[in-house]
Nanobody, 124 residues
Framework: VQLQASGGGLVQAGGSLRLSCAAS????????MGWFRQAPGKEREFVAA????????YYTDSVKGRFTISRDNDKNTVYLQMNSMKPEDTAVYYC??????????????????WGQGTQVTVSS
């Protein structure tokens, strides 16, 4: 499956952005989808994941209550709505998918397919 992330940009602290990740080449509804991010000089970290149907979501603690992951299986797209953004949210954001029918997890090593990344910068 191929993943194409978009929607990054520059936003002021307290602002919002919505990232999108369009999938092609696979049965989208059979893939858990995740978002990760990597800030300069830091390890890639888990942000959020969503189950095949969208009923179950996971978030890292630092974004709970501010970010929302969702998916539209008819459009083969997963979204990350980011509100109340902080300078520490600045990173390159990646969408990712593990293998088909592989369960949700928070480890980047468990994801097989990756989008190209989209830069998000939050100014203070």
């Amino acid at each position: 499956v191929q993943l194409q992330a978009s929607g990054g940009g520059l936003v002021q602290a307290g602002g919002s952005l919505r990232l999108s990740c369009a999938a092609s080449g696979g049965a989208f509804s059979t893939y858990v989808m995740g978002w990760f991010r990597q800030a300069p000089g830091k390890e890639r970290e888990f942000v959020a994941a969503i189950s095949w149907s969208g009923e179950t979501t996971y978030y890292t603690d630092s974004v709970k209550g501010r970010f929302t992951i969702s998916r539209d299986n008819d459009k083969n797209t997963v979204y990350l709505q980011m509100n109340s953004m902080k300078p520490e949210d600045t990173a390159v954001y990646y969408c990712a998918a593990p293998g088909q029918w592989v369960a949700m997890n928070r480890q980047s090593g468990g994801y097989e397919y990756w989008g190209q990344g989209t830069q998000v910068t939050v100014s203070s």
